[in-house]
């Protein structure tokens, strides 16, 4: 009878132990996530006004990402700067193309920041085009996500948001994307299990306290729908590859650098000009050859569309939501 109470007592007090554990990984999850938030938000107000005509695409992303390292933090992806037609996934290549930001254009610039692996993602647009028929894009896609937030709180589908984002952007006149959306967050991980979709008529999940999602919103003068291009300037290791041979030596140090300095996260083939003079391309042609690595296309609606985008990241809390950028 002794033996049996010292037992419940032990498993009492481990109980406790593991509880005490899971509070502090909590505390340092949400402080680690708000001080990522600051600095995005440090970061957007910082480069907003460096966007403009006659500037390079490249400095514009490079100043972001070297902003965001500035202030305490690091990239969760490479910076993109998609312009026009393009909507999600270019970043500047390995060889500078000389991109430029000129009159017209619709510029659209998505950001992370993660503090040991704790992500926001939070993107915006800046409009250089005076045609009519832009007039309201932007706003199309702030009013969606403005609206959206009101309705985040444990248990709410996300199939009910993406009809909220639906109706909104189409009254507006413009098309949302059906392959694009918002995603949760996890560590390590900027698209989650669970999906934020931009039409009602997709599936959806059930969010819950403490989960953290990135609410993300396109509106498209096209039919809504993007393509994968020939272009591909950002890499992401596959975690699920297993041990495979690899002929070039390049090959093996570029993914033992890989995996040391962005673990399971996007990268950009030009951060590793930093560290490998040579070998660049060809290492990361064996790598997406061999399976270990993941290749995220430049993704683009028709030619002459133009897709504006929107996007916050937000803690689910327990009568709502806190914005974390």
């Excluded at 413009?174 to 698209?191: A, D, F, S």
């Excluded at 994968?228 to 033992?256: C, D, F, M, W």
Aim: hydrophobic letters at 35%.
């Amino acid at each position: 009878m002794t033996e049996n109470k010292k037992s419940n007592s032990e498993t009492q007090e481990e109980k406790s132990k593991e509880e005490l554990e899971k509070e502090e990984e909590d505390r340092i999850k949400i402080e680690s996530l708000r001080k990522a938030g600051k600095i995005a938000q440090e970061v957007k107000k910082d480069i907003k006004p460096k966007i403009k005509p006659g500037t390079k695409a490249l400095d514009i992303v490079a100043m972001t990402e070297a902003k965001i390292e500035d202030l305490g933090g690091l990239c969760a992806f490479p910076v993109n700067l998609c312009v026009n037609n393009i909507a999600a996934h270019y970043t500047s290549p390995l060889k500078d193309d000389g991109l430029m930001i000129v009159e017209g254009d619709l510029v659209k610039i998505d950001l992370g920041v993660h503090i040991e692996g704790y992500i926001v993602d939070t993107a915006f647009t800046v409009n250089f085009n005076e045609d009519e028929s832009l007039e309201n894009i932007v706003q199309a896609t702030e009013v969606a996500l403005d609206a959206v937030k009101m309705m985040i709180k444990p248990k709410v589908n996300t199939r009910e948001l993406g009809q909220k984002i639906e109706d909104i952007v189409r009254g507006f006149k413009y098309n949302p994307i059906k392959e694009l959306g918002g995603h949760q967050i996890e560590r390590w991980t900027v698209h989650g299990r669970k999906q934020l979709p931009e039409l009602g008529s997709q599936g959806g999940d059930i969010m819950e306290e403490g989960e953290v999602f990135a609410i993300e919103i396109f509106a498209s003068t096209g039919e809504g729908s993007v393509h994968n291009t020939q272009y591909s300037h950002i890499y992401e290791l596959n975690p699920y590859s297993g041990r495979v041979p690899l002929r070039r030596k390049a090959s093996k140090q570029l993914l033992g650098f890989v995996n040391k300095n962005y673990k399971t996260l996007p990268f950009a083939e030009r951060w590793l000009a930093n560290e490998f003079r040579m070998g660049i391309a060809f290492g990361i042609q064996e790598l997406v050859q061999q399976g270990k690595l993941q290749v995220h296309f430049v993704l683009a609606e028709k030619k002459g569309v133009y897709v504006a985008q929107s996007e916050e990241t937000i803690l689910v809390a327990e009568d709502g939501y806190e914005q974390l950028t």
